[in-house]
């Protein structure tokens, strides 16, 4: 592009600038361009792609700005300070001292932290695989959202199952806890994670009781099915072949009711591993204060 | 004294439109140890509620059941039970089904092994008593449940419509199965059915009940039972009493419902 510059004796010259736009990280060799003619002198500056960057072209001029050097025009279209021009290759600004920048055009390319391509990220697994990520290695981070699934789905169920069979028993139970537990079930544990990190905050504690309240409502709910769901015959069978009360929930109704709670199971660890992402931002989040 | 007796017993269930039905009324019955009774009557006339108390499923709202001369409050060993499916455990081997009993009571394998073998040897089911509960016929599982009442050794059997969701010929050998446990164990039995004919082979008494509310409409003392404990049933029903008695509590039955029917449309 070429730019007019006029200085405090009221002479106007105009010069070239060119840019060359390169690929970000990569060597960046100016061009060899001609100073060519006049007190100002054609410029050659390297910006990356998705980048902006300032062009002092007053640096190489005869007159520079302590006699007044100022760029009035941009290929030929005036330029004030905190104006633009719209070149061909993208938006040349003027900052409000008068400098200029250049923001080369995007295209239709898309910048890649957004959406990194498929060899940046087998390419970046393989490097966290080998050095690790802040100073753990990947094994262990793994290993730490594992514990956290782990121990919040056994304290889930621990809770869950009792609650749920519980419920599912006494009539007594289910009028108290049919309400909280209906209530809280369809509530998305990641809506919790406000709650949770004001009463747990951002450390182990309140990764695991996010998970526990994820696991929690789905164990009680299949227990409570499971147990509902025992056909009342074979609870009357037990009895007349002469089961006390206790041997008919051993025998009986915890048997009848495992295939509910494996069910429940599964989907509470779904529902757990989905959520171990979050808690794991709070590091980053944490890392990044 | 021995064997059941149940007096004066009525039932009536309260609904919760603050109407009730009537299920039972006034209902008596004297069952010497060893008879084997079958409850006839049409849907709705209270048999499986009757059955229900005796079992002690149900507390009736008057009346009192006398077993072997001690009142019967709740369910027990002494009245075992089969109903007509879904009450096998299904966790449980054919084996462990039939052992339910005996090992609730605590008992070990030596005690009650020779029994439980001996009583899938009656059965038929020797070679099925490692199987799961699924992998048997519908007919082979109500033998299990028949296998798994009898290791108990109850006083009492109670039978709810025990036959009913097997096929015709199905049926038909168990009803000879039935009657080969009744004369082997010396049980009392009380079976309920819809069918006729069943209640004709497999009843020494009969007992045809009537609907709203439910009452005993008619007993009869009848002859089938003994003649057809080792003998083809199918010759028992050759007998000419047979075809008489199947008619008369027929239509017996059959005037019930309509009346009910009438009844109904009255109501409407």
Same mark, same amino acid.
């Given at each position: 592009m070429e730019y007019t510059a006029s200085a405090d004796d009221g002479s106007t010259d105009d010069a070239t600038i060119t840019v060359l736009v390169h690929r970000l990280g990569a060597d960046d060799t100016l061009p060899e361009i001609d100073p060519g003619e006049g007190w100002a002198k054609n410029d050659a500056f390297a910006i990356g792609a998705w980048r902006s960057g300032l062009m002092r072209v007053d640096r190489n001029d005869e007159k520079g700005r302590d006699v007044g050097h100022q760029v009035i025009a941009v290929n030929g279209? +005036?330029?004030? +300070?905190?104006?633009?021009?719209?070149? /061909?290759?993208?938006?040349?600004?003027m900052s409000p001292k008068g400098t200029l920048n250049f923001e080369p055009t995007k295209g239709w390319q898309m910048e890649p932290i957004w959406l990194p391509s498929p060899e940046a990220?087998?390419?970046?697994?393989?490097?966290?695989?080998? /050095?690790?990520y802040r100073g753990s290695?990947?094994?262990?981070?793994?290993?730490?959202?594992?514990?956290?699934?782990?121990?919040?789905?056994?304290?889930?169920?621990?809770?869950?199952? +009792?609650?749920?069979?519980?419920?599912g028993l006494s009539g007594w139970f289910r009028g108290w806890f049919d309400p909280i537990v209906e209530f809280m079930r369809p509530v998305p544990p990641l809506a919790l994670i406000p709650l949770v990190i004001i009463?747990?905050?951002?450390? /182990?504690?309140?990764?695991?009781?996010?998970?526990?309240?994820?696991?929690?409502?789905?164990?009680?709910?299949?227990a409570r099915a499971g147990v509902s769901g025992v056909n009342i015959t074979k609870v009357h069978a037990a009895y007349s072949l002469g089961a006390s009360k206790f041997q008919i929930m051993r025998y009986v109704i915890v048997p009848n009711s495992l295939p509910e709670i494996f069910t429940g199971a599964r989907v509470a660890m779904g529902v757990c591993w989905g959520r171990w992402s979050p808690p794991n931002w709070w590091r980053r989040k944490r890392a990044q204060a | 004294m021995s064997g059941l007796?149940?007096?004066?017993?009525?039932?009536?269930?309260?609904?919760p439109n603050g109407g009730h039905v009537q299920a039972l009324q006034d209902v008596s019955l004297d069952l010497a140890a060893g008879e084997l009774l079958s409850v006839l009557g049409p849907s709705g006339c209270g048999k499986t509620t009757l059955l229900n108390i005796v079992a002690g499923f149900l507390a009736p709202t008057d009346g009192q059941i006398t077993l072997n001369g001690h009142a019967v409050i709740g369910p027990d060993a002494e009245r075992g039970m089969v109903f007509q499916q879904g009450a096998l455990f299904e966790w449980m081997s054919v084996r462990e089904n039939v052992s339910f009993g005996p090992r609730m009571k605590g008992q070990r394998e030596q005690e009650y092994g020779q029994a439980v073998d001996h009583l899938l040897d009656i059965v038929g089911l020797q070679d099925f008593k490692e199987k799961a509960i699924y992998e048997l016929?519908? $007919?082979?599982?109500?033998?299990?449940?028949?296998?798994?009442?009898?290791?108990? &050794? !109850? &006083?009492?059997?109670?039978?709810?419509? !025990?036959?009913?969701?097997l096929d015709a010929l199905t049926r038909e050998k168990m009803q000879s199965l039935v009657l080969k446990l009744w004369k082997e164990t010396g049980k009392t039995i009380i079976l309920i059915t819809h069918s006729v004919e069943e209640a004709l082979l497999l009843g020494e008494r009969l007992l045809v009940m009537a609907p709203r509310p439910g009452r005993i409409h008619r007993e009869y003392?009848? !002859?089938?039972?003994?003649? $057809?404990? $080792?003998?083809?049933?199918?010759?028992?029903?050759?007998?000419?009493?047979?075809?008489?008695?199947?008619?008369e509590i027929l239509g017996m039955i059959w005037d019930m419902e309509e009346e009910i029917m009438g009844r109904s449309e009255a109501d409407q």
């Open positions: 279209t +005036p330029i004030a +300070p905190g104006g633009q021009v719209q070149t /061909e290759f993208g938006r040349v600004g990220v087998m390419a970046r697994l393989k490097d966290i695989a080998s /050095e690790g290695t990947l094994w262990q981070h793994l290993g730490f959202s594992l514990f956290r699934v782990v121990v919040g789905f056994a304290l889930g169920a621990l809770v869950g199952i +009792p609650l749920g069979y519980a419920m009463w747990a905050g951002i450390g /182990e504690a309140g990764k695991i009781i996010l998970l526990f309240l994820a696991a929690l409502w789905i164990m009680a709910i299949a | 007796l149940i007096e004066n017993l009525s039932m009536r269930f309260d609904l016929s519908g $007919g082979m599982q109500q033998r299990v449940a028949l296998a798994r009442c009898l290791a108990n &050794d !109850p &006083d009492v059997i109670l039978m709810d419509k !025990p036959l009913g969701a003392r009848l !002859p089938f039972a003994d003649l $057809g404990v $080792g003998q083809d049933l199918r010759e028992v029903k050759k007998h000419p009493e047979f075809a008489t008695r199947r008619e």
